[in-house]
């Protein structure tokens, strides 16, 4: 069973940066493709960025390519997202996902979930 926990969430103005971590335990991080998705309030659960087991290969959300990169340390179990050019509309709620495959992967189907940490842009 893998454990994710993601932090780094918080306010910051539009415009700012934030970066999200996503830690991973019980598992062997570097066998599985990583990703981000994002809920905002009233809307379904979105694709915002995926990378593949060694890092090579990512794949963004057009809604947040150049601004969003996704990156993966696997010596430390960690995942993270370098949020810059932050807009009011990226207000969400991230989850962190693991699925058990070497490729990128886009769609929900992911196996294990963080519990999310919330980011709000202020305009």
């Known amino acids: 069973q893998v454990r994710l926990v993601e932090s780094g969430g918080g306010l910051v103005q539009a415009g700012g940066s934030l970066r999200l971590s996503c830690a991973a335990s019980?598992?062997?991080?570097?066998?599985?493709?990583m990703g981000w998705f994002r809920q905002a309030p009233g809307k379904e659960r979105e694709f915002v960025a995926a990378?593949?087991?060694?890092?090579?290969?990512?794949h963004y959300a057009d809604s947040v390519k150049g601004r969003f990169t996704i990156s993966r340390d696997n010596a430390r179990n960690t995942v993270y997202l370098q949020m810059n050019s932050l807009k009011p509309e990226d207000t969400a709620v991230y989850y962190c996902?693991?699925?058990?495959?070497?490729?990128?992967?886009?769609?929900?189907?992911?196996?294990?979930w963080g519990e999310g940490t919330q980011v709000t842009v202020s305009s």
């Open positions: 996902a693991a699925h058990r495959t070497f490729r990128v992967v886009t769609t929900l189907d992911y196996n294990y």
């Open positions: 019980g598992g062997t991080f570097s066998s599985y493709a």
């Open positions: 990378i593949e087991w060694s890092g090579t290969r990512t």
